[in-house]
């Protein structure tokens, strides 16, 4: 992971979301997260799908969405980690309102 690499993302209630990025290369850890499969280029990240896990290594690494953000160029994977269940579905909940992910359907 690149030290220190965060982005933010603004949900629909207005507020900003802190993210931390990985590279789609890097060790994943094993954490309860709100995560976003983003293509990034020249400062700027599309969001392409926004879940949530408790469980982030597993998730990703078996996630059904992979190959279908790889078609679409995602080279960046951005997380917030957040314990509480019900607190990661209103966060991605007001992500996807704002965001408008291709591969949220």
Not at 1 to 11: I, P, Q, R, S, V
Request: overall charge positive; aromatic content about 14%; some cysteine.
């Amino acid at each position: 992971m690149k030290k220190n690499k965060e982005a933010y993302f603004l949900g629909i209630s207005g507020c900003y979301y802190p993210f931390k990025y990985f590279s789609l290369r890097d060790e994943f850890p094993e954490a309860a997260a709100v995560y976003i499969f983003a293509r990034s280029e020249n400062g700027n990240s599309e969001p392409l799908y926004i879940g949530e896990t408790g469980t982030l290594k597993s998730t990703i690494n078996g996630s059904r969405k992979w190959i279908r953000v790889c078609r679409l160029s995602a080279n960046a994977l951005y997380v917030h980690f957040e314990e509480d269940a019900a607190v990661r579905r209103q966060i991605v909940d007001n992500l996807i309102k704002a965001q408008h992910p291709s591969c949220n359907d």
